[in-house]
């Protein structure tokens, strides 16, 4: 069936520097992905929503200027954490439609980014 | 606005044991119910959803599902449980109807975490 990946799988960084997170559509198509954010314990909280060739439309109190989402292709989204800090430690996941429903019908989850900030 | 809640946080229960994980949504528009389960480190995996007609809705790994409307809930079940099956479980919600930002957009519960004991 249709897969989502993430890449890295784990990452740490420094106070201060950028990291790239990648979520791809494997042998589908995705115009939507949406990206979200879960703290340890705690229930997943939508970010974004990725559109291709669009904007990104962010949910309310997440700061576009930090979170920058690039939907570069209709199987590829990034989130890019900018200038991060030990409080944007914390698990990320992508997830992506099922083809043809736009997200109505349940979406496939990529197995997550475990982002760590020192 | 839609929202969701999950009544029990653990869920502890022996092996082969009947389990029912309880989801309660609300909402005053007609809505897609998901469930979803997550393994340690790991992204969301669907397990079942409903999102019309027969109110009883069968899923993977032997999980089922009952839609209420009455009650406005959706209660996961599943009549014998296996050490496999521990893992926390999540109640998802969208609008059918939903558009612009909102466009297949999941609200989550909190999420129940099942224990299954040998």
């Known amino acids: 069936g249709a897969v989502v990946s993430q890449h890295p799988s784990w990452v740490i960084c420094k106070s201060g520097t950028s990291v790239k997170i990648e979520c791809r559509s494997l042998?589908?198509?995705?115009?939507?992905m949406f990206w979200y954010r879960q703290f340890p314990k705690q229930s997943l909280m939508l970010m974004a929503t990725?559109?291709?060739?669009?904007?990104?439309?962010?949910e309310q109190g997440v700061e576009k200027d930090k979170f920058l989402i690039n939907h570069a292709s209709l199987t590829l989204s990034t989130l890019t954490v900018t200038s991060a800090h030990p409080e944007d430690s914390s698990f990320y996941i992508c997830?992506?439609?099922?083809?043809?429903?736009?997200?109505?019908?349940?979406?496939?989850f990529g197995p997550g980014t475990r982002l760590t900030v020192t | 606005a839609q929202s969701v809640t999950q009544l029990d946080s653990q869920v502890p229960v022996f092996e082969e044991a009947p389990v029912e994980l309880r989801c309660n949504y609300s909402s005053s528009v007609s809505v897609y119910l998901f469930w979803y389960v997550q393994y340690p480190n790991q992204g969301l995996q669907l397990l079942l959803k409903y999102l019309s007609g027969s109110t009883l809705v069968k899923g993977i790994n032997g999980f089922e599902a009952e839609f209420n409307k009455s009650q406005t809930s959706f209660h996961l079940r599943k009549p014998s449980v296996h050490i496999s099956d521990t893992a926390e479980y999540f109640c998802?919600?969208?609008?059918?109807?939903?558009?612009?930002?909102?466009?297949?957009?999941?609200?989550f519960g909190q999420g129940t975490i099942l224990t299954v004991h040998p």
């Open positions: 990725s559109n291709e060739g669009s904007k990104a439309t962010y």
């Open positions: 042998d589908f198509q995705a115009t939507t």
């Open positions: 997830s992506a439609p099922l083809p043809g429903t736009s997200g109505r019908a349940g979406q496939y």
């Open positions: 998802a919600v969208s609008d059918p109807n939903a558009g612009g930002t909102s466009y297949g957009k999941l609200t």
